[in-house]
């Protein structure tokens, strides 16, 4: 029994890295593609020019990027997965 949880554990730790390197690219993607990320999620019309700003303050685009990935991550494990 000892051997079989020793594999279980293993394997359940080795999935969780997976997991986290998966959220880890997700997340560094969009931020390391060129642009402005508050720019890709707003429509190019008049009636929508403060909608950038908003964005960037909703998603914390201005914040450094260990604070952008804290979010990410409680946002992620809440279930705030965005539109």
């Known amino acids: 029994?000892?051997?079989?949880?020793?594999?279980v554990v293993r394997r359940t730790i080795n999935a969780l890295i997976t997991i986290l390197g998966i959220i880890s690219l997700n997340f560094l993607l969009v931020r390391l593609m060129p642009g402005d990320p508050a720019l890709s999620l707003t429509p190019r019309l008049p009636q929508y020019e403060g909608l950038a700003e908003y964005n960037r303050a909703l998603f914390g685009f201005g914040k450094p990027l260990h604070e952008q990935f804290i979010i990410y991550l409680t946002r992620l494990f809440t279930g705030d997965w965005g539109i």
């Open 1 to 7: 029994m000892g051997k079989l949880l020793r594999i």
